[in-house]
């Protein structure tokens, strides 16, 4: 009762998994984001796709069996997305068995009209994605028609991506063909893939910024999470030997090699124009 009244219990659904509660929403969440719609010389060329791979899940089970109402974060996605399409390249969403792409509908910036914008543009292919068992099968795309790899973030990027051998032959696809990939927040889980089968881990060695575990630790004080995460993605690089370059959840962003990461939320402005320009500049 006590957590209600100060507005830190977190919501219930139908489904019986926790949205945030009304002071963390408050907190961490935006009605507008801070996309400042720059302008790019657009990319003409043949490598104008890039693969946008999402979760199709919903709930994250917490250490005390509460389920947490995740999916890939709106901000996380959208907004470095506008800056691609700003940029000249088009998008191919993808799911791991082709299940629609879920949302953290509860962060959704309600009065961007970009972001809606693009999400209604694009809501076919959310609602009916492409089936990544399918394009990772025994022939793979054809990389001269691709630019990058996107991962979004959001808690569900944590669940199921992290070991899915097909994200796997994605990555492994991107690096050895010299594709871009570009992810942020939790979305770095999906990195974790790479490691499958006992093969090292293809990004050891590289500066990449993600989300903090020790913010994760503390949002459950505010009714953010409804529990303890099950394991630490930000430990969990470190200990394969990523270098991590925050220590907060900000607007870091981070260019090592191929790789173009950003720390949170905060950061999807800067890593969708950080990635714009690299990509140009690259390719043109």
């Not at 099968?137 to 054809?142: A, K, V, W």
């Not at 070991?163 to 796997?168: H, K, L, T």
């Not at 060695?205 to 409804?226: C, R």
Request: proline letters at 6%; hydrophobic letters at 40%; charged letters at 20%.
């Amino acid at each position: 009762m006590l957590k209600k009244l100060l507005g830190i219990a977190p919501g219930l659904e139908s489904d019986n998994s926790y949205s945030p509660s009304k002071l963390a929403l408050k907190l961490a969440t935006v009605d507008k984001t801070d996309f400042d719609d720059t302008r790019y010389t657009q990319y003409r060329g043949k490598r104008s796709k890039i693969l946008v791979i999402c979760t199709e899940q919903k709930n994250m089970m917490m250490q005390n069996g509460k389920l947490f109402s995740t999916g890939n974060h709106p901000v996380e996605t959208l907004v470095p997305m506008l800056h691609l399409k700003n940029a000249g390249y088009d998008f191919e969403i993808a799911t791991p068995t082709g299940k629609p792409v879920v949302f953290e509908t509860w962060a959704f910036p309600g009065k961007d009209e970009q972001i809606k914008s693009l999400h209604d543009k694009y809501a076919s292919s959310f609602s009916q994605p492409k089936n990544l068992q399918v394009l990772a099968g025994e022939i793979l795309p054809d990389p001269e028609c691709y630019a990058a790899v996107f991962i979004p973030g959001g808690h569900g990027a944590m669940l199921g991506i992290p070991v899915d051998e097909n994200v796997q032959k994605i990555l492994n696809w991107a690096h050895e063909n010299e594709l871009f990939t570009v992810t942020l927040c939790h979305g770095p889980a999906a990195l974790l893939a790479t490691t499958l089968g006992g093969q090292d881990f293809l990004y050891a060695g590289y500066n990449m910024a993600v989300f903090p575990h020790s913010v994760d630790k503390m949002t459950p004080k505010i009714g953010y999470l409804p529990g303890q995460v099950s394991w630490a993605l930000s430990e969990k690089l470190t200990g394969l030997g990523a270098r991590i370059a925050n220590s907060k959840a900000d607007d870091t962003v981070c260019l090592d090699r191929k790789l173009i990461t950003g720390a949170s939320p905060d950061a999807a402005n800067q890593l969708g124009k950080l990635a714009a320009r690299t990509l140009l500049k690259e390719l043109q």
